[in-house]
């Protein structure tokens, strides 16, 4: 839909992906998440990124818990 954001996409398959049970199996890097990506060095010119390319920390993590992680302290991220 027009005038949506790739957030708006991202957040309304997830919800509607944890309804059914299934969860991305990729970090999706999409407006804060491809911010905080970059700021650790990730490659952000795709559109997800394995567990395995972002520092080892995030490794215990689910995609989607990372991608929260990328998103909601890119600012911190940026800062480090």
Excluded: N, W
């Amino acid at each position: 839909m027009d005038g949506l954001g790739e957030l708006y996409a991202y957040d309304t398959a997830l919800r509607i992906g944890s309804f059914i049970g299934t969860f991305p199996e990729t970090v999706y890097l999409h407006a804060g998440a491809r911010v905080g990506a970059k700021a650790l060095g990730v490659d952000t010119k795709v559109k997800s990124v394995e567990l395995r390319s972002l520092p080892k920390p995030f490794h215990s993590l689910e995609p989607h818990q990372a991608e929260d992680v990328l998103c909601i302290y890119k600012k911190l991220l940026e800062r480090l």
